[in-house]
């Protein structure tokens, strides 16, 4: 079965998620996009705004065409307790139906409520696993299960 992770990510957590999963052969599609610049305080101050109003941020050159994998992973941030506006976005064009989907979320607290809640009532049958800041506690990345 083909694998692909899209993700977004900010200050490196989501970058050291798909490094596991490239080990676990997942083919990587990283997401650029026109948000936050930088992780500092004004910053999360409004990527927490434009998160808490389900902002889709301008994607850049993204490849929505996913016909040749069965399993999207996707990755994504938490900001004020959603998913990352860039993400927003990626679901939005991205038709996923008839996928085994997962979403890998990345967040300080190692929660994710609003966008747990989210996720399961639009993508009823997609898995979620939620990381604590990976980059600084690398464990976290034992809840990829080996990609399975
Ligand atoms: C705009 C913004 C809002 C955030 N809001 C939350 C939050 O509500 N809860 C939380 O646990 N972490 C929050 N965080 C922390 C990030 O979710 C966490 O650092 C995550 O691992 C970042 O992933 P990245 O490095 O791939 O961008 C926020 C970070 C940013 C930049």
Redesign the pocket.
Known sequence: MAKLFIYY???????IVAEKLKEFGFDIRKVNAKS?KK?NFW??F???FL?GINHKSKLIDYNNDIKDYDEIYIGS?????KLSCPINSVLANTDLNNKKLKFVL???????KKAVKKINKNYPSAEIVILK???KYREELEKLNGGN
Request: avoid cysteine; hydrophobic fraction near 25%; aromatic fraction near 6%.
């Open positions: 990510s900010l200050s490196q957590n989501g970058d936050l992780n910053n999360i409004k990527g927490g998160a941030p938490i900001w004020n307790s990345y967040s300080g607290s190692g929660e994710a800041e990976p980059k």
